[in-house]
């Protein structure tokens, strides 16, 4: 950046600034004020009514599915159109006409990656209910828009929101959609920059079978930073297992954990549709929930979704785009473009020498929310496969448990058809992407139906195929953990399945405490590291002195290994405590002591000041304004000591630990339902179900998080009738 961008990007910062401290601490705005914040008058056909409990969870009663439509669109913008303005900005590199000229490296990044390359094709290859649902949902986003009352960050920003088109939907569902590899890629890139193409030969096969570990090897995962993460937790217990004789489904998403939450509690009613539970914010479709016949969900596949190629010496093409700067001049991108995909490796992320194009099926046209639409209907495990056949990005593995008692799990994504093996490298040669003329999808793939266990349970978990279905798995702990607790013979309720998602022993951890058991010794004790260590069983709970000593002790030796050159890079996948472990568990005693020494000397020192894991290991709840100099702390609304960590149920991923830090990513939502009744349905949100700032419901669920509690989210329409609060909206044409 020239010293005039920095200039102007610095005085449009201070501007920003200046906004931020005469708005003030937000405004507190109690439940029956923000409702009266709506619109009376829908473009609906129909009376359209939306029933709100204490939380401000919303039950959408209406007459047609088209008018349905328009109720799910006024309530994702009535409680987060600030959170789906970032989005959509962020989907099409547009943060610079917002914040100015600092963002221009982060918009041409963005644009590199072009988000919107597959969104025309999308659009034409709608079915005719998937675009009336889709066009009902924006006319209630932008009913609320023309309202004229913008969320408290408008005002901070200075700006207001244009109204919303198909375009803008399908584009900002494709980056919800990015390959949760890429995070991977950028991390490895930037190592293998500095160091020699041989040990990068050396080191990639060791990255290659760390992540993916067999089912009887597992160790405590390394988590990783950026939007495209996701994780998650899902089991679905058959109806032989449960107390009530029906299935069961628990749930707990993986994002980043920040103010507002990604998700959106919800209950639908129509003729034609009837669902409950949790929609992704800015998207019309309930993710994780239930009808009267089927629940579901899903986990993150961490799928192979892309592949990078090197074009040196290949044709390359240009695009040309405006981007346009807040207080500053226009900018003018120049993308490359090859056969193979655009160019990604020119920007702030995938940072490489040379030109590497990216090939992603979310460059393909695919079909998600018909996809999802047909799962919020499904009556059968039948109807649920049929219906995730269009699905390809993200791949998700989907959880299922139906009325009948019978439960599953179906591989949901598109992959090009590549031999089963890992690639003998990370970026690939151009002859490869002969493997993309041909794609394979969910109705090729695994999938299972009624184990003898009497459930099914899936954790970002390796799975294996004709074709290559990823290289970078999570841990096998979670998936472990949740075979143990619901394996045993007794029979399962909702009480069990809330409990498991509380659980904070990490089984992995076992193996690496003994072996820094074995290396310290008996005569090391370092003012009562050793002993804690010895008396830890592998829990997360925040009392817990032996997981701040092993996670301090553990991120010692990962920065002083890696100094000296050993496993470079490792830390970017999510098994590199497994690579750590080998090192340790091969070196002399000699020339490991004196990373020992300098581990039991840290830990001791984190001992003596944090003294439990709770008391370094702190869940903050922020919004993201609270990064903000000197107003930063007007958006902090609390903080308290965090049980789990980055392979436990409860789970609360953290970077190394040196003192005391904060979970940058975990569980964000919890949904529990028995097929038994339709009302038999428990939800809960890590903050709060209301994004605007200042509101009685913008973290009111944080208490109930805390103490293992949840919320009746009903099916039937006239449970929600007798909710405290009521808004009915008129059609547009109806009388004044």
């Known amino acids: ?43 609906v056909a129909r009376p359209l009514v939306i029933h709100w409990d204490t939380h401000q969870i919303p039950f ?41 000229a600092l963002a221009v490296p982060l918009d041409r990044t963005l644009r590199t ?18 675009r009336r649902w889709a066009e009902g949902f924006l006319a209630g986003v932008n009913a609320v828009i023309g309202a004229g009352t913008m969320p408290p960050e408008f005002t901070v920003l200075g700006f207001r929101p244009e109204p919303w088109t198909l375009a803008d939907l399908f584009t900002a569902a494709r980056l919800a959609a990015a390959d949760v590899n890429w995070l991977l890629w950028g991390r490895l890139l930037k190592s293998r920059a500095n160091m020699g193409e041989r040990a990068w030969r050396e080191l990639w096969p060791r990255l290659v079978a760390s992540g993916r570990p067999a089912e009887e090897t597992s160790w405590a995962a390394e988590a990783v930073a950026g939007f495209a993460r996701h994780g998650s937790n899902a089991a679905a217990v058959a109806g032989a297992r449960s107390q009530s004789g029906s299935a069961l489904l628990a749930a707990d998403p993986h994002l980043s954990v920040a103010l507002p939450n990604v998700w959106l509690a919800v209950g639908l009613s129509a003729p034609e549709i009837s669902a409950a539970g949790l929609m992704p914010a800015g998207f019309p479709v309930i993710g994780i929930g239930r009808n009267r016949h089927l629940a579901w969900a899903g ?31 226009v900018r003018e991108l120049v993308a490359k473009e090859t056969a193979l995909g655009p ?41 649920f496969r049929a219906a995730l056949e269009p699905f390809a990005v993200p791949g998700l593995s989907m959880v299922h448990a139906g009325s009948d008692g019978r439960v599953g799990q179906v591989t949901a994504v598109r992959l090009p058809r590549r031999p089963p093996e890992a690639p003998e490298d990370m970026v690939l040669a151009p002859q490869a992407a002969r493997a993309w003329d041909e794609v394979v999808g969910s109705a090729n793939l695994p999938w299972e139906e009624n184990p003898a266990t009497g459930f099914v349970a899936s954790a970002n978990d390796p799975k294996r195929a004709e074709v290559l ?29 809330a409990a498991l998602q509380q659980d904070v022993v990490a089984e ?80 002399s005693e000699a020339a490991f002591a004196p990373h020992l020494s300098a581990a039991l000397r840290a830990a001791a020192r984190a001992l003596a000041r944090w003294r439990t894991w709770g008391g370094a290991h702190r869940m903050r709840m922020e919004h993201q304004f609270a990064k903000l100099p000197l107003v930063g702390r007007r958006f902090r609304f609390g903080e308290w000591a965090a049980p789990g960590g980055k392979e436990t149920l409860q789970k609360t991923a953290h970077p190394p630990v040196r003192g005391r830090h904060g979970v940058s990513y975990g569980a964000s939502a919890r949904f529990l339902a028995d097929l038994a009744g339709p009302d038999e349905n428990r939800v809960v949100l890590l903050g709060g179900q209301d994004g605007w700032l200042g509101s009685a419901n913008f973290i009111d669920q944080a208490g109930l998080w805390r103490a293992g509690e949840y919320i009746a989210l009903p099916l039937r329409p006239e449970r929600a009738r007798s909710w405290p609060h009521h808004t009915l909206f008129e059609p547009l044409s109806g009388p004044a």
């Open 113 to 130: 990656f072009d988000f919107a390359r597959a969104v025309p094709a999308i659009m034409a290859g709608l079915t005719p209910g998937t």
């Open 469 to 497: 279905v990823g290289v970078f798995f999570s841990t096998t702990d979670r998936l472990r953990r949740m075979r143990r607790l619901l394996g045993g013979s007794g029979r399962i309720g909702l009480s069990e399945l």
């Open 299 to 329: 986990t993150n596949l961490h799928a192979a979704s892309s592949d990078l190629f090197d074009m040196s010496g290949l044709p390359v093409t240009e695009r040309r785009e405006v981007i346009r700067v807040r207080g500053g001049r």
């Open 1 to 43: 950046m020239n010293p005039r961008d920095k200039i102007a990007g610095g005085a449009t910062a201070l501007g920003l600034l200046a906004r931020a401290l005469a708005s003030g601490r937000p405004a507190a705005v109690e439940t029956p004020a923000r409702l009266a914040m709506l619109p009376k008058r829908l473009p």
């Open 508 to 587: 992995g951890a076992g193996p690496i405490r003994d072996l820094l058991l074995e290396k310290i010794g008996p005569a090391r004790t370092e003012r009562g590291v050793g002993q804690a260590l010895a008396a830890w069983g592998g829990d997360y709970e925040p009392g817990s002195a032996g997981a701040l000593v092993f996670e301090v002790m553990l991120a010692v030796f990962g920065r002083r290994l890696e100094k000296e050159g050993r496993l470079r890079g490792a830390g970017a996948i999510w098994t590199a405590r497994a690579l750590l472990a080998e090192e340790i568990g091969g070196m």
């Open 60 to 100: 959408i009663e209406a007459e047609t599915e088209a008018d349905l439509a328009v109720g799910v669109g006024v309530v994702h913008a009535h409680l987060r159109l600030a959170q789906m303005e970032m989005l959509r900005r962020l989907s099409q590199g547009r943060i610079a006409e917002v914040v100015g």
């Open 343 to 383: 160019v990604v490796s020119g920007g702030i992320f995938l940072r490489d020498a040379r030109p590497l194009a990216l090939s992603w099926m979310g460059h393909r046209p695919s079909d998600e929310m018909g996809a999802m639409l047909a799962v919020m209907r499904a009556e059968s495990a039948e109807a």
